[in-house]
C-alpha cells in the first residue's frame, strides 16, 4: 500500500509553512461541554480593573504591554478551565483552541483491540466503545518528547477536522487523554477498508459505474475541504477510507492546511506522498493552491482502472521525470512565467509529448477528459472539484452506482 518514500520527506514540523492555524476557533460540533462553551472576552472580564482598562482602551491610551497582559491572564484562565475540565497541561498549553469547548473522552470506556494501521507518526487500533457498543478507530498520535512543535502539528490536524463536516470526510468523534496522561488518542468512526487496499487486491475488478461512485464520492469531500479552506496534501488511496455500506471518506489530514486564495505567506513543497506529489511542488512551489489535490486526485482515478499507482518513482528527479514522459512538459511560457524553483535543474532538454491518450485509449472519452484535466502538468488547467463534478463525466452512462450497491468487500 502506498509508496515508501511516503512522509518520511517530510518532516513532523513544517518550517516553511507558515500559513499556520488561523486566531479563529473552529466550528465544533462533537462532545459539548456546557460548563466550557466558548466564552466570549466580555464574559471573561468581571473585576473593576479591567473595566478602568476598557476606558483607556476608549480614551487610546491602552498600551501594547497592557494588551498582552490580559491576553496572557486570557490564556492563563482558558487553560485553568480545560485542566480542569480533564486536559493535561501540556496539551492545553499549546493546543488550546483545538480543544476549546471539548471535554476528554475516557481511556478505560473502550476495550482497544487490534492494531490496523501504522503510519510515520501515528498507530491506529480497532477499539469498541464499551457504552454504546459501537466500533471506533483510535488514531493515537506519537509526540518527539513532548515538543511543543509537534504538539501543535497535531493540533492543526484536530481543528482541521473539527472545521469538516461532510458525509464523504471522516468525522473526529472525540479526543481520548486525561489530566496525568502522555499521549492523545483520536477517536474515528469506523471504516473497514482503504481505497488502496481495495484497488491492489486482485479478485477485486471495479466497474465504471463504481468507479465513478467513488469518484463522485472523493470529489464532493475534497470540494467540501477546498471550501472550508482546507488543502489535503496527502491524497492517496491509503487515505481514502470505505465502509461496507459503500461510502467513502477522506481521511488523514495530517498534512493538511488552511489557505486563502491569494496568500502570501509561503507554503512548504515538502508534502504528499511522492507518486502523488504534483510537478509543481516536485519543482519547489510555495505559493501552489488547492489544484495540488487535483492532481492527486487524478493519480487516484487512474490508480482505479490499471489497478495500480501510475506514477512510481525512486526519487523526486525520477517522478517528475515519469510524470513529463506520461503527461508532456509544460509549454515555454509556463517556465517563463512560473518562476519555479527548481525549473533550472528539472527543465527537461528537449519538451516531452503527452502519451496520456495511447495509455487511457481503453477509457470512455468522457472518463479520459476528466482525468486528462486532472493531471494537467499546469495547476491551472486541472479546474476545481466542483467543475470536476459537473464534467461530462458524471453526466454520462453509465451512471454512478449507489454506494450501497457496492460490494461488502471482506476485510
Ligand atoms: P497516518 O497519518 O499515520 O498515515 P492515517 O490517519 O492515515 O495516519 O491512518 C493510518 C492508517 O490507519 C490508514 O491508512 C488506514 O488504513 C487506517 N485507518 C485510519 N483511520 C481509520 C478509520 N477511521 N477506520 C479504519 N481504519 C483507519
Ligand atoms: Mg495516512
Redesign the pocket.
Known amino acids: 500500500?502506498?509508496c515508501a518514500s511516503?512522509?518520511k520527506a517530510v518532516s513532523v514540523t513544517p518550517a516553511a509553512d507558515s500559513s499556520g492555524i488561523p486566531r479563529k476557533g473552529s466550528g465544533s460540533r462533537a462532545i459539548p461541554a456546557s460548563s466550557l462553551r466558548s466564552r466570549t472576552g466580555s464574559e471573561l472580564r468581571g473585576n473593576g480593573e479591567e473595566k478602568e482598562e476598557e476606558e483607556e482602551d476608549k480614551a487610546g491610551l491602552k498600551s501594547a504591554s497592557s494588551l498582552s497582559a490580559r491576553l496572557g491572564n486570557l490564556h492563563n484562565y482558558i487553560e485553568g478551565e480545560q485542566v480542569a475540565a480533564g486536559w493535561p497541561a501540556w496539551l492545553s498549553a499549546v493546543a488550546g483552541e483545538a480543544i476549546q469547548g471539548w471535554v476528554p473522552l475516557k481511556a478505560d470506556s473502550f476495550e482497544k483491540l487490534e492494531k490496523?494501521?501504522?503510519?510515520?507518526?501515528?498507530?491506529?487500533f480497532?477499539a469498541r466503545d464499551l457504552e454504546t457498543g459501537k466500533t471506533?478507530?483510535l488514531?493515537k498520535v506519537r509526540f518527539d518528547n513532548f515538543e511543543p512543535e509537534s504538539v501543535r502539528f497535531m493540533a492543526r490536524e484536530i481543528q482541521i477536522l473539527r472545521r469538516l463536516d461532510h458525509p464523504n470526510v471522516?468525522k473526529l468523534e472525540g479526543l481520548i487523554t486525561s489530566r496525568l496522561s502522555c499521549s492523545l488518542y483520536l477517536v474515528?468512526?469506523?471504516?473497514?477498508h482503504?481505497l488502496?487496499?481495495l484497488s491492489s487486491c486482485p479478485d477485486i475488478n471495479f466497474t465504471e459505474s463504481q468507479v465513478k461512485c467513488y469518484m463522485h464520492q472523493l470529489l464532493s469531500g475534497l470540494e467540501h475541504c477546498h471550501s472550508r479552506g482546507i488543502i489535503h496534501r496527502?491524497i492517496k488511496g491509503?487515505?481514502l477510507?470505505v465502509n461496507n455500506q459503500g461510502i467513502l471518506?477522506m481521511?488523514?489530514?495530517?498534512?493538511a492546511n488552511f489557505y486563502r486564495p491569494g496568500q502570501k505567506q509561503p507554503l512548504t513543497s515538502r508534502v504528499v506522498t511522492l507518486w502523488y506529489r504534483p510537478p509543481e511542488l516536485l519543482l519547489g512551489s510555495t505559493d501552489y493552491e488547492a489544484s495540488v489535490d487535483l492532481w492527486s486526485v487524478g493519480c487516484v482515478f487512474a490508480e482505479l482502472f490499471l489497478k495500480k499507482p501510475i506514477l512510481q518513482g525512486r526519487t523526486e528527479v525520477e517522478q517528475l521525470h515519469k510524470i513529463f514522459k506520461l503527461c508532456g512538459s509544460p509549454a515555454e511560457e509556463y517556465w517563463k512565467k512560473s518562476k519555479l524553483p527548481h525549473a533550472t535543474i528539472f527543465k527537461p532538454h528537449r519538451p516531452y509529448d503527452s502519451c496520456l491518450y495511447e495509455t487511457f485509449k481503453t477509457l470512455p472519452a468522457s472518463a479520459f477528459d476528466l482525468l486528462g484535466t486532472l493531471l494537467s502538468v499546469e495547476p491551472y488547467k486541472r479546474g476545481t472539484a466542483s467543475s470536476a463534478l459537473t464534467s461530462e463525466y458524471f453526466s454520462a452512462k453509465p451512471y454512478a452506482c449507489e454506494p450501497a450497491s457496492l460490494p461488502k468487500y471482506p476485510p
Do not use: P
Open positions: 500500500m502506498g511516503s512522509k490496523i494501521g501504522q503510519g510515520t507518526y501515528s498507530s491506529v480497532r471506533v478507530a488514531k471522516v474515528f468512526e469506523y471504516m473497514e482503504d488502496a487496499g496527502d491509503a487515505n477510507l471518506k481521511a488523514d489530514f495530517g498534512l
